[in-house]
């Protein structure tokens, strides 16, 4: 069984930054591709950014992309999603999220991953 539990979210000012970081605990002999969705009040989860089971190809949604940037620490068990130039529309929270599966594939939908984080709240303010 694998556990993620995300933190660093918070209030935050229009324009400013933060970094939220997802630890994997459970299944250690297992590698994991790994993603960052968001869900605000009343909208579906929307996707963000992934990333592959050898923590590479990153992807990043075009909503974000340019301002968002998931990376992963191997040795740390650890994902993280650097958030510049926040919007008061990032407003949300935030989930990490992981699966098994091939290699090299980044996974782009909810319905895609088995196992998710608690979610952690990310508010900006105009």
């Known amino acids: 069984q694998v556990q993620l539990a995300e933190s660093g979210g918070g209030l935050v000012q229009e324009g400013g930054s933060l970094r939220l970081a997802c630890v994997v605990s459970?299944?250690?002999?297992?590698?994991?591709?790994m993603g960052w969705f968001r869900q605000a009040p009343g909208q579906e989860r929307q996707f963000l950014a992934g990333?592959?089971?050898?923590?590479?190809?990153?992807f990043h949604a075009s909503s974000v992309k340019g301002r968002f940037t998931i990376t992963g620490d191997n040795a740390k068990n650890t994902l993280y999603l650097q958030m510049n130039s926040l919007r008061p529309e990032d407003t949300a929270v935030y989930y990490c999220?992981?699966?098994?599966?091939?290699?090299?594939?980044?996974?782009?939908?909810?319905?895609?991953?088995?196992?998710w984080g608690q979610g952690t709240q990310v508010t900006v303010s105009s």
């Open positions: 990333i592959n089971r050898i923590g590479g190809n990153p």
């Open positions: 999220a992981a699966r098994a599966g091939t290699f090299y594939h980044v996974y782009l939908t909810a319905e895609e991953y088995s196992y």
């Open positions: 459970g299944d250690a002999a297992t590698s994991y591709a």
